[in-house]
């Protein structure tokens, strides 16, 4: 791994190198005789399959055949002390190589395979030591000792490989990957100058992959102690690839290199001006395209004087690094949400989805992920600045063939502008969507500067609603327990069209004979949420206010309103009004303020002793009981409730499974089920298995909900089921609609009657056919049909807000 300059060298003289060969050929005897006792040992103690012991003969032999060979073709054909330490070294190392082979077919014994490279990495800091006090140091026991490093490495690589994935290879194949390029690219063969940090470097990989094969430390600190070494190794490499390239690279190679750079700085403009910003627009003919804003900068690079011309790349590179940026905000905010990134208002957004990426895979990891974010958009800027003042500056040095490639280019741009090319559709080969999309971006700004404007009217706008007297208010619920459950991510995926929606059904039709057996009737249909993927409260504002709230700035401006919503007037007519939202675990003023509830129930407030379901901080089961328990208890109030149901979070795992109803108790019951459920990274390495995770847990959700109602058994309970929005990008598909399912369960055909003009389809599981109506308009169609005067606009069965796109 180093070169050594030893301070001096003692050269043996003839007479002695007839003592030094029999030496020599003892060494590769006892090399071999001492790595077949050290595999019996490791045997016996550890155990060893036969792939170990072939493995580790070979390996054992061979090193000392390799040593021992190296010594007699030098000039000096002795073995050294410091080699008698090598050669140890080697044969602990051979040692290893046994174990990790055998581990491929059986499991082998992390305290042998650690105590093993533990000594071998010791011994590292000794043969130097020796050398250099003896006064026999050598290039080429320095050689051999780097060498010997670097398979260690290797092996503990592919062993801790085994559990971390393939990238770890990286680091043992970082050395052989580099001899084989000094064998393609003469320059890279120079022998390097002494440098400590390479030592340090060296040790550090040694001692990180020993550190994560023991499992001392958890999986991820491990996993980011090995990262951080990848990092350290990818450095020092790069250092002495770029020393090597200035100190021995001819005019040829040179050349070659600026011409790559300035390839991979074009390259790199190019995918920044044409990717699009939607993943699932990716695609070869997307880049089969001329930017024109990439014409323009080259056409202002070429009449500009150099220090102008370098003010205006840099700031050029600056507004295309943002472009880039914008485009990954913009593919992640389609993923998640299925809309563009809003400048003004979806920068609040990014603290509620880093706490839910926090409760899914903790917060160590979660402030890493963090971390590299930051560094990779600062990598980010760097490169697409430097990138444009290179290409500027190249263009301006070679004006000739620039100004004729300018020249040409926009002439096949006009061209395929004037005639619409395009390979493929959407992707035009005359391109200006870098243009379009900043275009799009700023429109998209000033709407919404201009849509406080918009709502605020909506929300101070007469509500007809709010003047209806609390003697005609919900008279056709009066006495009944009204229950509103939000199941997350309950989408139209959930139930059609899908490769997990059959196992839905299943669960919905069986729960509905279920209930029909025990004297329920259910009826459904289907709703289009403001939100898609994610930020569920603006789904439930929606359905409590009756206006289209799509974005955080209208739940801000909402709930800093006085507009009427259902609790609001289940309050006005006697309820007992509760939010049970067990997702929160801080106070929430809107609560109050707002929607005015009597009681709000989050994790701290249910005495709940079990464990968390990563997002899930309780399972929807344990909610449902602590809310019988808490609000329903014998000559109970009539209650309305808003009940939050989050079992069915992203990221879906680990999930919990029903136990009896009567053994729920504090939630100590479902303490073993995180352990027995599989775990979120390991769902998530694979998409088909994340989509099948989130149908069991709908699957869960429901099966609690509606074995609840059963288990309950009360003759006045109605419930409102539905869902919050679609799964996000990931499980929903591209260019899926925003609907969600919406269910009444109640018992005697009383609540049926008064919804009859609705039409809804009968049980749970709601047809194509099914009625569609938007969000919005629940609210109104709701307390029309079981209000006794109802407003004018009410008996319209809930017509959208004005300014709600439709």
Known sequence: MSTIQPPEVRHADKPADKVALPRIRLAALLGMLATAALLGVVSATAGLGAVGWITGLVTGSAAAALLVTARMRSDQPAILPADWITLTRMLLIAGVTGLVADSFSRPVSVTALVALSAVALALDAVDGQVARRTGTATPLGARIDGETDAFLILMLSIAVSQDYGGWVLAIGAARYVFLLAGWLIPWLRAPLAPRFW???????????L????????????GMIAVAAALLLLAESFGHDVIWLYRAGAGPRVRRAVRIAVTGLALVLLW????????????????FVRIPVEALALIAVALVLPPWPRRIVATIAGILLSLLAFDKILNIAMYEEVDRAFNPLNDWSSIRPAAGVVRDAIGTTLTNVVLVAIWIGIVLLVGAITAATIHVTAVAARHRRGAVRGLAALTAIWGLSAGLSLQLTAGSPVASTSATGLAVSQVRAYQAALNDPRRFGQATRSPDPEAAVPASGLLTGLRGKDVIIAFVESYGQVAVRGTSYSPGVDA???QQTGMLTRAGWSTQSAWLTSPTFGGISWLAHSTLQSGLWVNSTQRYAQLVGSSRFTLSDAFDKAGWHTVSDDPSDDITWPPGTSFYHYDQLYDRRNVGYHGPTFSYASMPDQYVLAAFQRNELAPGHKPVMAEIDLVSSHTPWAPLPTMVPWNKVGNGSIFDPMPAESESATTVWRNASTVRQFYGRSIQYSLHALTSWVTELNDPNLVLILLGDHQPHTAVSGAGANHDVPISIIARGPSVFRQIASWHWQDG?????SAPLKPMDAFRSQFLGAFSTAPSQAA???????????R
């Open 507 to 509: 669960v919905l039709r």
């Open 795 to 805: 008996s319209a069965l809930g017509p959208a807000a004005p300014d709600a796109p």
């Open 210 to 221: 020993t550190v994560a094969a023991s499992g001392v430390t958890s999986r991820l600190v």
């Open 198 to 208: 390479r030592k340090v470097v060296a040790a550090v990989q040694g001692i990180a």
């Open 271 to 286: 995918f920044d001006l044409l990717a699009p910003d939607r993943a699932w627009q990716f695609s070869l003919a997307a």
């Open 764 to 768: 749970l599981l709601p047809g194509p």
